[in-house]
């Protein structure tokens, strides 16, 4: 399998349910996994996918410049590091951001988001 290949398929779907329907995130979470938003610490599905979909806004359409990701660790995790642009309704000029994910393999062959870093970057 071709780690690449994972993390711009994982970076496709996760982004894609986010601008269209942040909910649907949940199935990529599991109890221990853990957000940090801006800084604010989250833990488990239900309070990662309430905090995403409390959001000031109801829509955005993310923009990905790029993807980045290595292997992590002997249970086959892998680390995945995404930067791009975020355009809100209403709104003249995008937003820049950063984003880190470490996925994790689960028994029937797809991966879990266990951590997940998100940061606006101002310039």
Avoid: W
């Avoid at 820049?96 to 879990?112: R, W």
Wanted: aromatic share 12%; glycine share 10%.
């Amino acid at each position: 399998m071709d780690p690449d290949a994972v993390a711009k398929a994982f970076v496709g779907h996760y982004y894609n349910l986010f601008d269209s329907n942040r909910a649907n995130l949940a199935g990529l979470y599991q109890e221990g996994s853990m957000l940090t938003f801006e800084g604010e610490k989250i833990q488990g599905v239900q309070s990662i996918v309430g905090k995403l979909t409390s959001l000031p806004f109801q829509q955005c359409k993310h923009n990905i410049s790029t993807v980045d990701c290595q292997p992590s660790g002997p249970a086959g995790g892998m680390l995945v590091f995404v930067s791009g642009s975020l355009q809100l309704p209403g709104e003249q000029h995008q937003l820049k951001f950063s984003q880190m994910f470490h996925l994790m393999p689960t028994p029937a062959g797809s991966y879990y988001v266990f951590n997940d870093i998100f940061r606006l970057n101002y310039a």
